[in-house]
């Protein structure tokens, strides 16, 4: 037999809809954790959540823990029993430890020794008296990222708890939580729905509060919410559809129970100001949803809004939050009309009156720090047609921070110096650039499109990290308040979409030289940046083994880093590359042995009347006529060409191994064989520590020397 279902309601005050989504699946997850840990069988379980509850339903759960039967190894069996067969102290003591009779004990023979053993026996309890603690202890479990305290000192949660319902079928599962009682009552909406609601079974819980105005299940809240915004984007005139971002979706769905979309609008006028301020004030601060055109994405002077509530008069409701969106509209309006007294320029200025950093600065000083590492990323980078652009760029580049729109719409840095910079006639790449120096802001956004913006945004995060690592504020395993990471992985990534080949090394140096930093901090700075590209690398799908040796080659280049990770995946699988470094392992492990290194850069000639086998001599040859070709694939970065160079090598350095004893009794000849094998190790390690990448298992080069 089974419980149909088992319901825990736990009802609170509204909490933060940013809450919601990781308590459900914590609740779902430790429920199913729970149930399994207690040995109760069930077919499903969910959780279910609106504002002011958090809901787990598990389905035909078992009436009866499975019972459980454990086996324990004691002691040996000659340890246990005397020459007269009698127990000893040993077998005695570990019968009673297990709770049976000595005399139910038990053998088995490991790995050709035999032990005595007991098998422990516990029956499985009634469900019902399992739950309580169950249930209680998956509220415990729950964490938020902020919590409260209310009536009980001891006890946090997201929001004061107001009721528990706990039901398995049309039983209450009694328990206590925070001074709360559990039993069968829940709440309804809190203006549609009943105060006090009894729920006589649990098959009857969901139904019972959709009676009162409830929508428990989210998925079927989201799809009424989306049905409904679609049903009045058809009375539109037009090809209006509103902007539903996902984000915006969900946040809506977690602020209601009962969703009721109505449309509003505002004056037409307010379409003068550019959209990212109306979108913002619309999106962030009264949670609507933007309308647009179909065809031209042009913004329309209408919005989307969500309502808990379906008042008798629903054109109360929506006066009501036009008022809202009108006020705040009209401050945008008359903060984008002061701010335009003025140009962009005028402002620079006033960043001096504005701290960096307590121990950096002003505004202004950064801007000036930046700027001129940034012109001398236009040099490095053979830019220079670019320097004036990148000039004015940077100077304007935080010019916006200081103006009234910013100071009500911080969100809005970079969108609103683009918009000031366009009225003020400055270029309009310059404007970007302002814009897209920000990007990317976070792991999923948008990249520079213009090498103007790309370069800016790869000198401030660069002089960033320097000045915060200059003064003691480097990121730890625990904190990043600076964001350090986040700054290395965008410049990172303005690098491989701009294809910028940037040395990063000379960079550093000269954005320590601008910040006067000290050598000891520049190595920290180094490492730090050499292993989020490692990091960074990973991230994208590729091997540790051969982020490493792409660093290890060229890491100083981050873009170039990428590329030859790429040359390297396309050819790690192929037949060729497998034999490479199955005997750059046999190179390494020979010269290891044999007490020999191979030097790079030093010429090593090997004696070819010692040579008396064909395939040394076709070894000596190919690395003599590669090693020049080699070279030049890796100064003009050309790794299509040096893995061609390496598939040459590949089946020679094969056949030698094949073919040729390196020990042989002959001194002489041994040790010209290993020159051979010198020059070798020192051809792959222009390119790196082949012999470190890992292979298959089934691949793993047997050794044969």
Same mark, same amino acid.
């Given at each position: 037999?089974?419980?149909k279902?088992?319901?825990l309601?736990i009802?609170t005050?509204?909490?933060p809809?940013?809450?919601?989504p ?5 609740l779902?997850q430790g429920?199913a /954790? ?5 040995r109760?069988?069930?077919k499903?379980?969910n ?10 339903i598990?389905s ?6 499975q019972a459980?039967?454990?086996?324990f190894r004691?002691?040996p @069996? ?5 020459d007269e067969?009698?127990?000893t102290?040993? $077998?005695?003591?570990?019968?009673k430890?297990?709770?049976?009779s000595?005399d139910? +004990? ?6 050709g020794?035999?032990?005595?053993t007991a !098998?422990?026996c516990?029956?499985?309890?009634a469900t019902?008296s399992v739950?309580p ?5 998956l509220?415990?479990?729950l964490?938020?990222?902020?919590s409260m305290?209310? #009536?009980?000192?001891?006890?946090r949660?997201?929001r ?6 706990? @039901?398995?079928?049309d039983?209450?599962?009694?328990f206590?939580?925070a ?6 009552m ?12 009894e ?7 969901m ?16 799809? !009424?919410m989306? &049905? ?14 509103a902007?539903?971002p996902p984000?915006l979706?969900e946040?809506?769905?977690y602020?209601?129970e009962?969703?009721?979309?109505f449309?509003?609008s ?5 379409l !003068?100001i550019p ?9 962030? #601060? ?11 994405k ?7 809004? *969500?309502?808990?509530n379906? &008042?008798?008069n ?12 009108r006020a705040?509209?009209?401050?945008a ?5 002061e ?6 320029? %005028?402002y620079?200025d006033?960043?001096?009156?504005v701290?960096y950093?307590?121990?950096l ?9 930046t700027?001129?590492?940034?012109l ?7 830019r ?6 990148v000039?004015r ?5 935080? &010019? ?14 970079g *969108?609103m110096?683009?918009e000031?910079?366009?009225r /003020? ?13 920000y ?7 948008a ?10 945004g790869? $000198?401030?995060?660069?002089h ?11 990121p ?6 600076y ?17 910028l080949d940037l ?6 140096d ?8 000290d ?16 990091v960074? +690398?990973q991230?994208?799908g590729y091997?540790?083994?051969?982020a490493?040796?792409?660093? %290890?080659v =060229?890491?100083r280049?981050?873009?170039? &880093?990428?590329r ?5 995946t ?7 590359f ?17 007490g020999?290194e $191979?030097r ?14 064909q395939?040394?001599r ?5 690395v003599?006529?590669?090693?020049p %070709?080699v070279h030049?694939?890796?100064e ?7 893995m061609?160079l390496l598939?040459?090598?590949s089946?020679? =350095?094969t ?5 040729v004893?390196?020990m042989?009794?002959d001194e002489?000849v041994?040790?010209?064989r @290993?020159m051979?094998?010198?020059?070798c ?6 390119v790196?520590?082949i ?8 691949e793993e080069p047997?050794?044969?020397?």
């Amino acid at each position: 037999m089974a419980l149909k279902n088992v319901v825990l309601e736990i009802g609170t005050e509204e909490i933060p809809y940013r809450f919601i989504p990781d308590a459900l699946a914590a609740l779902k997850q430790g429920a199913a /954790s729970a149930l399994r840990g207690s040995r109760i069988g069930f077919k499903d379980v969910n959780a279910y959540a609106t504002p002011r509850r958090l809901v787990m339903i598990a389905s035909e759960v078992e009436e009866q823990q499975q019972a459980l039967k454990e086996s324990f190894r004691g002691p040996p @069996l000659a340890s246990a029993y005397d020459d007269e067969g009698n127990p000893t102290r040993a $077998a005695l003591g570990f019968a009673k430890s297990k709770g049976v009779s000595v005399d139910d +004990l038990k053998e088995e023979t490991v790995k050709g020794v035999r032990y005595v053993t007991a !098998e422990v026996c516990e029956e499985g309890r009634a469900t019902l008296s399992v739950l309580p603690d169950l249930l209680r202890g998956l509220i415990e479990g729950l964490t938020f990222p902020k919590s409260m305290y209310w #009536n009980d000192p001891g006890v946090r949660f997201a929001r004061p708890i107001r009721w528990i319902l706990a @039901l398995a079928d049309d039983q209450v599962v009694p328990f206590s939580f925070a001074g709360v009682e559990s039993g069968r009552m829940t709440s309804g909406h809190r203006f549609m729905g009943k105060k006090a609601i009894e729920v006589k079974d649990a098959a009857d819980f969901m139904g019972a509060l959709f009676e009162n105005k409830v929508i428990l299940d989210q998925d079927r809240r989201r799809q !009424e919410m989306l &049905a409904a915004v679609t049903k009045l984007e058809n009375q539109f005139e037009g090809n209006l559809k509103a902007e539903l971002p996902p984000e915006l979706v969900e946040e809506n769905l977690y602020l209601v129970e009962y969703p009721v979309p109505f449309v509003g609008s505002f004056d037409a006028r307010y379409l !003068e100001i550019p959209e990212e301020v109306l979108v913002t004030s619309m999106k962030k #601060n009264q949670k609507y949803f933007p309308v647009r055109n179909a065809d031209n994405k042009k913004l329309a002077n209408f919005f989307i809004g *969500v309502s808990n509530n379906r &008042a008798e008069n629903m054109q109360v409701v929506r006066e009501g939050n036009e008022r809202v969106l009108r006020a705040r509209l009209e401050d945008a309006a008359f903060f984008w009309k002061e701010d335009l007294k003025r140009s962009l320029s %005028s402002y620079v200025d006033r960043l001096k009156d504005v701290t960096y950093q307590e121990k950096l600065g002003s505004m202004k000083e950064k801007v000036e720090r930046t700027q001129k590492l940034a012109l001398w990323l236009c040099g490095e980078l053979k830019r220079q047609d670019l320097a004036p652009l990148v000039e004015r760029a940077a100077w304007l580049s935080k &010019a916006d921070q200081v103006t009234s729109m910013i100071f009500e719409f911080p969100e809005l840095q970079g *969108v609103m110096g683009r918009e000031y910079a366009l009225r /003020s006639g400055e270029d309009p790449r310059v404007a970007k650039a302002i814009f897209e120096h920000y990007l990317p802001r976070s792991a999923s956004d948008a990249l520079p499109t213009d090498d103007v913006g790309a370069i800016l945004g790869v $000198a401030e995060r660069l002089h960033t990290i320097t000045a915060c690592y200059k003064v003691g504020l480097e990121p730890t395993s625990a904190q990043d308040p600076y964001a350090l990471r986040r700054a290395a992985r965008g410049m990172n990534e303005i690098l491989w979409a701009r294809n910028l080949d940037l040395d990063v090394d000379a960079a550093v140096d000269e954005a320590c030289r601008i910040n006067e930093v000290d050598g000891d901090t520049r190595e920290r700075i180094g490492a730090f940046l050499s292993e989020r590209l490692r990091v960074q +690398l990973q991230d994208r799908g590729y091997d540790k083994d051969l982020a490493l040796l792409a660093i %290890s080659v =060229v890491g100083r280049m981050p873009n170039q &880093a990428l590329r030859l990770m790429e040359a390297l995946t396309g050819v790690r699988e192929q037949e060729w590359f497998v034999n490479l470094v199955s005997a750059a392992v046999r190179v390494r492990n020979i010269l290891q042995k044999a007490g020999r290194e $191979a030097r790079r850069g030093e010429r090593l000639e090997a004696d070819p009347s010692l040579m008396t086998v064909q395939a040394e001599r076709e070894l000596d040859a190919a690395v003599s006529n590669l090693e020049p %070709s080699v070279h030049i694939a890796l100064e003009s970065h050309d790794w299509q060409a040096l893995m061609e160079l390496l598939a040459k090598l590949s089946p020679v =350095v094969t056949t030698f191994f094949d073919d040729v004893m390196v020990m042989d009794r002959d001194e002489a000849v041994r040790n010209n064989r @290993l020159m051979i094998l010198e020059r070798c190790g020192a051809l792959f390690s222009e390119v790196g520590d082949i012999g470190s990448i890992k292979l298959a298992p089934a691949e793993e080069p047997a050794p044969k020397e």
